[in-house]
Structures are given as C-alpha cells and as structure tokens.
C-alpha cells in the first residue's frame, strides 16, 4: 500500500515537471515569434520601398493595402524618392497636396502634404507623352511659383514671401496615384508615393512683382481645363488653393523648417491642385487656359496624349 501511494505522488510530480516544461517552452516560443515579427516589420520597409519602386518605374498599380503612419509614411517617402531619383534626377522643388480643405476633410487631415520635384518631372508645354505615362495617371490645373531669394525662410506672413518669389509658372500636373482603385488610399498611403508627384507640364515664367496687384491676381487667376476641342472639363480658381496661392507657399516654407530644412533661390513650388481631377485618354490634348494670371493676356498650355 506504501509503495502504492509513493508511485502515484512520483507520478504527479514528473507530470507537474512536465506541465513547467511545456509552459516554460510555450512561453519562449512566444518571445521567440515576436522577436521574429519585430524583424519582419523593420525589414518590410525595405520590401515595402523596394515594391513601391518598382510598380512606379514598372507603371503597374500597386494591389496590396498598406498600413502606416504619418511618420513612417515620410520615412518611406524619403526612401522611395532616393530611388526613384536615380532615374529622375536631382531635386528642384517640392510639390504641396490635398490643398483644399475639402479633399484634406476626405483624408481627415488638417493640413496639406508634401512631395518632392525631382527635375526630369517637368517638360515644355506641346509635349506628346503616352496616356499610360504612369501606374494610375491623371492630370489636375495646377500653379508653380519660384523662389528668388533664401531670404524668404525669414518671411513671417504669406504675402510677405511675395517679396521672395521672382516667377510664376503656369503648370498641367500630371499626377501618378500609383495604387489599384480597389486599394484604399489614405494621407500616408499617399505621403508615401511622393504625393503622386510624376510629371508635368510647365509654361513660360511670368515674373512677379511685391505687389498688391500681384497678390490679388494670384488669389483672383481663373483655371480652365479644355480638350481639343475647347470643350471645358474642369475649372477653378487661385482661391482653392488654402484660401490664397502664398497661404501654400508660406506652409511649405514652415513645414520645412519644421524639419530643419530651407527653402533656397531657384526651388519650384507647385502650390496643388485648383482643378477637380481629368482623366487621362489616348489619342487627346488636354489645355489649361489661365484667365487674370499675366497682365493683359490670357495663358494657354497643353499636352498631347498618344
């Protein structure tokens, strides 16, 4: 009976050992798959850039969903733009989106975001380019203004960086969303593309004066987009542009300094979108009519799609 009772505690003592052992082993194997995770995560910026690269140089939409912050999204934005500056050269400027209260509203931001222009983005108006000049490509009225002095980072109000900008730019956006539609774009899905920024077409230089009329006919300046056929597909005005084209160059300049960068002679501006979308068709022209932009006349551009 004795030794009855000494085999059945023995045999409840190696089960509770190998309970603790099984625990113990459960537990390190949990540790173990999170540091594993962790890995995969750091890496996958890396895939993820290395992706994105590719269906933008590829022009192949992008099918996979991603998740990220605003903060994550502006690393993986100064990623992709090294790379894809290796194809497109040097940077010359930067390009401000969602300057619309309303688009920022649909992106629940409070706030416009920021691209980069890298300077084989930009070709002369009349310049024929295939309708797939991207991975999910359309075209917006836009503006550009340039910066003629550093001294503009010491501006303290929008109309004063009116007496740092030596030219205005008529400027067909031609933007690339890269992702499939059936992919939800969200603000760091598209802080993380640049923006969209791909390519555009830029009119002649019209110089600016520090003047109240200048300012004026920036906030006033009339945007027609036409096809071929002077059918008007889209329109609006300096106004859509937060309110004032300088609100948008006077927080580009902000946004940079918020991040211990300066503006500097020469950089181009492109203030955003003053237009609702147009699609993009082969075999097309798509013109933007500037109406109160250079004293005395009327600006016309365009573009040719193949």
């Known amino acids: 009976m004795y030794i009855s009772r000494l085999m059945i505690l023995l045999l409840i003592s190696l089960l509770s050992a190998c309970t603790f052992e099984t625990s113990k082993i459960s537990q390190e194997n949990e540790l ?39 903060p994550q999204a502006q690393q993986i934005q100064s990623q992709f733009v090294a790379e894809i500056g290796k194809n497109l050269g040097q940077i010359i400027g930067y390009k401000a989106a969602l300057t619309n209260p309303k688009a920022q509203k649909s992106f629940n931001l409070s706030q416009p975001l920021r691209g980069i222009l890298l300077e084989k983005m930009l070709q002369e108006s009349g310049t024929i380019l295939p309708a797939k000049f991207g991975s999910r490509p359309v075209s917006e009225g836009d503006l550009i203004v340039r910066v003629g002095s550093a001294e503009i980072n010491n501006a303290q109000t ?18 690339d969303l890269v992702y499939s539609p059936d992919v ?5 899905a598209l802080l993380a593309i640049n923006v969209g920024a791909r390519a555009g077409i830029l009119g002649k230089h019209i110089p600016l004066a520090n003047t109240d009329e200048w300012e004026n ?3 006033n300046l009339r945007l027609e987009m036409l096809d071929e056929n002077g059918q008007v597909l889209a329109s609006g005005n300096g106004s859509a542009l937060l309110g004032h084209p300088l609100n948008v160059v006077f927080w580009i300049k902000d946004s940079l300094q918020a991040e211990n960068k300066q503006l ?11 237009t609702n979308f147009v699609a993009v068709k082969s075999n097309t022209t798509i013109r933007a009519k500037y ?3 250079a004293p005395n006349e009327t600006v016309e551009i365009f573009v040719k799609f193949k």
């Open 32 to 70: 173990s798959d999170t540091k594993y995770t962790s890995t995969i995560t750091q890496n996958s910026d890396s895939q993820l850039v290395q992706n994105l690269v590719e269906n933008y140089l590829e022009k192949t939409p992008v099918n996979t969903q991603i998740t990220l912050t605003i």
């Open 264 to 274: 500097k002679k020469g950089d181009l501006l492109s203030l955003g979108s003053i």
């Open 291 to 293: 109406i109160g932009l």
């Open 158 to 175: 929008p109309r004063e960086t009116l007496k740092y900008l030596d030219a205005v730019i008529p400027f067909i956006e031609l933007a």
């Open 217 to 219: 006919r920036l906030k």
């Open 184 to 188: 939800k774009l969200d603000a760091p």
